[in-house]
C-alpha cells in the first residue's frame, strides 16, 4: 500500500501551503482535505495547475460522520494514515462583537473538541512510523503564561489525562458564559485557550502512544507555524503561508528510527519549553 498524508483544513491558508510542501516532498499520496467539496476541489486543481498532484477527500472535522467516513476510507485504501496533520481551526477577528462565552464555545469546539474527536478516530490508525502533527500556536503558550498557577500546574504536569483535560475546556467555557473566566483564573482568550488545550492533548496522547504502542515509533507533536499572512491572521503578519508550512512539514517527515521530538510544542524547528 502507498504511504498516505492527511492534512486538515487544507484549502487554503496554511493547511494548502502543507498541502503543496508535502506534494513535493512526501513519498506517497497526499490528501487535501475541506468541509466544502467546491472549495476543496478548487484549491486541488489550482495545485494541479502548478504540476502537482494532491488528491481530495471531504472532511468536515466538527462534523462525527465525516471523521469517521474519512476514517473508514483511509482504513480501506491505504491500510491506515502514515502522516496525520490537525490544521483546521477557527479564530473570531479583534474587532468580532460576539459575546465572549460564544466565541469561547465556537473556538473550543473546533480547535480543541473536533480536534480530539479526529485523534481519537485516526489515532488507532495511524501506521508503525507514522507522524501525527498537531498546528498549535504560540497564543497557546502565551495564554498557559497567563492562567492561574493552579492551571497551569495541570497543564504542565505529566500525569493530567485526557479526562482531566476536557473537564478543564469545559470548565473554560463555562466560566466564559458566566462572565467569570477572569476571576477564575482563566485568560481573556479563547483562541489562546483553545491552542492551550490542544498542546496539552498533544502531550497526553504522546505519552498514550508510548505506553501502548512503543514498538510502533509513531511521533507526535504540537507546533506554532509563526505569525502567518492568512485570512485567520490578516496581511500583516511576518510570514508567507508556504513559510508557515515549514515546521509542520518538518515535523510530518522526520525521519524512519527518529526518537524525538516526541509529545513536544516545537517553533522554527527547534522544540520549546512548555
Not at 477577528?93 to 479526529?118: C, H, I, S, W, Y
Amino acid at each position: 500500500l502507498p504511504l498516505v498524508a492527511l492534512v486538515t483544513g487544507s484549502n487554503k491558508g496554511i493547511g494548502l501551503a502543507v498541502v503543496r510542501a508535502l506534494c513535493k516532498q512526501f513519498d506517497g499520496d497526499v490528501f487535501l482535505t475541506a468541509r466544502d467539496v467546491g472549495r476543496g476541489q478548487a484549491a486541488v486543481e489550482g495545485l494541479k495547475g502548478e504540476g502537482l498532484s494532491p488528491l481530495f477527500h471531504q472532511l468536515d472535522i466538527t462534523d462525527p460522520a465525516s471523521v469517521r467516513t474519512a476514517r473508514d476510507f483511509f482504513k480501506a485504501q491505504y491500510g491506515g494514515v502514515d502522516v496525520l496533520i490537525n490544521n483546521a481551526g477557527i479564530a473570531f477577528k479583534v474587532a468580532d462583537t460576539t459575546p465572549f462565552g460564544t466565541q469561547a464555545e465556537v473556538t473550543l469546539r473546533t480547535n480543541f473538541f473536533a480536534t480530539r474527536d479526529m485523534c481519537n478516530e485516526f489515532l488507532p490508525i495511524i501506521k508503525p512510523e507514522g507522524r501525527l502533527v498537531n498546528v498549535s500556536s504560540v497564543m497557546g503558550s502565551i495564554a498557559l503564561g497567563r492562567c492561574s498557577p493552579d492551571l497551569q500546574a495541570r497543564f504542565r504536569s505529566d500525569d493530567i489525562t485526557e479526562e482531566e483535560l476536557v473537564g478543564l475546556m469545559e470548565r473554560f467555557v463555562k466560566d466564559a458564559k458566566e462572565g467569570a473566566h477572569l476571576q477564575r483564573g482563566w485568560p481573556d482568550t479563547a483562541y489562546g485557550v483553545s491552542k492551550t488545550g490542544l498542546t496539552t492533548l498533544t502531550r497526553i496522547h504522546a505519552r498514550k502512544l508510548t505506553a501502548e504502542r512503543s514498538g510502533d515509533a509513531i511521533l507526535c507533536n504540537a507546533c506554532c507555524p509563526g505569525w502567518v499572512r492568512t485570512d485567520m491572521a490578516g496581511p500583516n503578519a511576518t510570514k508567507s503561508p508556504d513559510e508557515g508550512a515549514v515546521t509542520p512539514v518538518y515535523l510530518a517527515l522526520l525521519p524512519p528510527g527518529a526518537k524525538e521530538p516526541h509529545g513536544q510544542y516545537v517553533s522554527e524547528k527547534k522544540v520549546q519549553p512548555w
